[in-house]
């Protein structure tokens, strides 16, 4: 009974459920409780099932009360009937047998229709079996005749003999599958030896054909083994009698040693007897648009295959990637060859056969690529460590500064990296079927030359001041090393994407995804590059203020100038300012015109780490001055005070007052300094709060 059709009694509104709780189909009386409890007390939900449970049972006294009639009439209805069931079983079983004697008479009937089918069926076969070896013999004679004719050899109707022959024979097979009998075993070796005989003349008629190239002729040919369903015997027959006797004497070890081409010219005789002994063969049967036989591949199954074997038998030593130069130089030879052929393939069907030759397959895996990828990787590996694993020296420089302004690398190791990279991708080395291998292990080398770079940073260089004329300036080997790094990197950089374009050059199928992933890993490296060069920056820049920040130490020694020594009012700079920024001004003259574009970004940067440590050694001498200054006045008041006497004004500028002047006077001529070499001051950070130090303590 469906939920619709329960007419449960409402519940009163005040009650702590519904009426259509309880026929929920899940109704289940713990989950009725657990939740019910939640809000409301247990007691309260007693008394309200309590409540509930009366207004059921007034419910069901209602419903017994209103079809009393009908409860009433239902038992009186069922009165006899166990009589009426009894009286219909004696007529029910009667039916059955009835019944099951119909069955069984169908049965019998059954039996026997099948018994006579199969009966006609056997006498229709011998039937068809007499008709076949009537037939069978007729050509067995038939063809004892046409084959055993004296003038067979002679006939110029040869052609038209074979092709009914063929047809006949075609009619002795359909027959003989046909023929049931056991007699049709003595015939069968009768049939046998006829076939033999006419093969034998149709593969010296096809032979012959072939030789004197008679279109018309070897067109009838084939077509005759196509009806035999001989296509394979003719493709072995071409392969024995004129494929491999050609290709036995091209293909051996003395022709691969003795001929200046070596492999390349055996490819090239092989091809030859694509153009010229098989050139008919497969216009007949490979070109669509012509007169055509489908159905052979003398390609693939004639001379592809004899090609394969003779090559594994003769000179499988070609496989050997001992020598990476004859390797490589014999498996682009390959290829080349290999394209050729596929190029003799005219339709897909036989592009198709021929690269899923099973031979095909294996003869490409035999040219072990991976070992061939890791000679040549050691090769450029070993050349590549040799360069970076010497430590870091003044001989890691190629040229002198003038050759910064040139395009071609300043250092060694920067040198050896580009051609290496360069030399992966030349064509005497390069295989496009590892390409994948070639890319990566380009951007190993990148990477490599990277963590050569980080390591260098990381050298300690003893300083070597390389003294010349008035011109020149002390520099340390380890800043021009930097220099010439950083300008490589530069370069280097600028260069990659060359890189990629030559990948790209020798991509066979340039696709998206793949363009995609090339580009993504270059920028990666790219990114990485830069990164290196922020850290040279940093390195040039400490290079720079470890020459400077040592002069600054004698802005301390200034108060010991004028303190009790009646020096007059200072008007010159001191001599460590013009030390200090001699170095950066020397450095500004030889590299303004080498790398004008770097020189003012890492002048600017040591420059305001310079006057950063210049302001606190200034901020130091001025504290400390004014702490002397107002530890004199104490001492100065307390001892007029105990002697009684009145201090009088000194006259004239005190000696603090000289150190300050003296200090004002040498930071401007810093800045004038700064601005001397072509830097904006406005750049260089720190320099207005130094100005306004000392500029503030000279106003006191």
């Excluded at 040229?399 to 690398?409: Q, V, Y």
């Amino acid at each position: 009974m469906s939920k619709e059709s329960i007419n449960l009694p409402k519940a009163p509104k005040d009650l702590c459920f519904l009426e259509t709780d309880f026929i929920q189909s899940n109704f289940n009386v713990d989950t009725f409780l657990q939740e019910h409890k939640k809000s409301t007390k247990l007691e309260t939900m007693r008394d309200d099932l309590g409540i509930y449970l009366k207004l059921l049972r007034s419910a069901m006294i209602d419903l017994i009360n209103r079809d009393y009639t009908d409860f009433v009439n239902l038992s009186s209805n069922l009165i006899g009937l166990d009589k009426a069931i009894n009286n219909l079983q004696t007529p029910l079983g009667q039916l059955k047998e009835e019944v099951m004697q119909v069955r069984q008479t169908l049965d019998d009937e059954i039996i026997a229709i099948t018994r006579n089918i199969t009966e006609s069926k056997k006498i229709r076969e011998y039937k068809q079996s007499v008709f076949s070896l009537q037939h069978i013999y007729k050509s067995l004679n038939k063809l004892s005749l046409i084959l055993s004719l004296s003038t067979f050899l002679e006939s110029p109707a040869k052609i038209n003999i074979l092709e009914q022959a063929a047809a006949e024979f075609n009619q002795l097979h359909f027959h003989m599958s046909r023929c049931k009998l056991d007699i049709i075993n003595d015939k069968r070796n009768e049939a046998e030896k006829l076939e033999q005989s006419y093969m034998s003349h149709l593969s010296n008629f096809f032979l012959a054909c072939v030789q004197e190239k008679n279109y018309t002729l070897l067109v009838h040919c084939l077509r005759i083994y196509v009806t035999l369903d001989k296509i394979s015997d003719a493709e072995n027959l071409v392969r024995k009698e004129i494929v491999s006797p050609l290709i036995y004497s091209i293909i051996s070890i003395e022709n691969l040693q003795t001929d200046l081409l070596g492999l390349q010219n055996i490819y090239n005789r092989l091809l030859n007897i694509l153009s010229v002994e098989l050139k008919q063969l497969l216009d007949i049967t490979l070109h669509p648009n012509r007169l055509s036989v489908k159905g052979f591949n003398f390609l693939v199954n004639s001379f592809w295959i004899d090609v394969e074997e003779k090559i594994e038998l003769y000179i499988k030593c070609i496989f050997a990637p001992g020598d990476p130069i004859v390797f490589h130089s014999r498996y682009v030879a390959t290829l080349e060859f290999l394209e050729k052929l596929e190029a003799e393939c005219t339709t897909p069907e036989s592009l198709v056969a021929l690269k899923e030759n099973l031979q095909y397959k294996n003869f490409l895996k035999k040219w072990n690529l991976p070992v061939y990828f890791q000679i040549r990787f050691q090769e450029i590996v070993s050349g590549i460590e040799t360069a970076l694993t010497e430590p870091v020296s003044p001989t890691f420089v190629k040229g002198t500064l003038e050759t910064l302004t040139k395009n071609d690398f300043s250092l060694h190791a920067t040198s050896v990296i580009w051609e290496s990279l360069q030399k992966i991708w030349n064509d005497n080395i390069y295989l496009y079927q590892l390409f994948h291998r070639f890319w990566k292990f380009s951007l190993q080398i990148c990477a490599r030359y990277q963590t050569w770079a980080q390591m260098a940073l990381k050298e300690v260089w003893p300083i070597e001041n390389e003294i010349g004329n008035s011109s020149k300036i002390e520099q340390s080997t380890k800043l021009n090393f930097l220099i010439c790094l950083y300008k490589d990197l530069e370069r280097f950089v600028n260069m990659l994407p060359s890189l990629l374009e030559i990948s790209r050059s020798k991509l066979k199928q340039e696709t998206p995804t793949v363009l995609k992933l090339l580009e993504d890993s270059l920028q990666e490296t790219i990114k990485n590059f830069k990164t290196i060069r922020q850290q040279i920056t940093e390195e040039i820049v400490n290079e720079l203020l470890k020459q400077c920040v040592t002069h600054l130490r004698q802005v301390s020694d200034i108060p010991r100038l004028f303190r009790r020594t009646k020096r007059d009012v200072p008007t010159k700079p001191c001599a460590y300012v013009k030390n200090t920024i001699q170095f950066l001004v020397n450095f500004h003259a030889d590299y303004k015109k080498v790398v004008p574009e770097n020189v003012n970004n890492w002048l600017e940067l040591a420059l305001s780490s310079l006057t950063k440590y210049y302001l606190v050694s200034v901020t130091d001498v001025l504290t400390s001055v004014q702490k002397t200054e107002e530890s004199l006045r104490r001492l100065k008041k307390i001892r007029d005070k105990s002697t009684g006497s009145i201090s009088s004004e000194v006259q004239g500028i005190s000696d603090d007052e000289k150190i300050r002047i003296q200090l004002q006077v040498d930071v401007q001529a810093y800045t004038n300094m700064i601005t001397e070499m072509e830097i904006s001051t406005a750049n260089v950070h720190n320099i207005g709060e130094l100005l306004q130090a000392v500029e503030a303590a000279t106003r006191k």
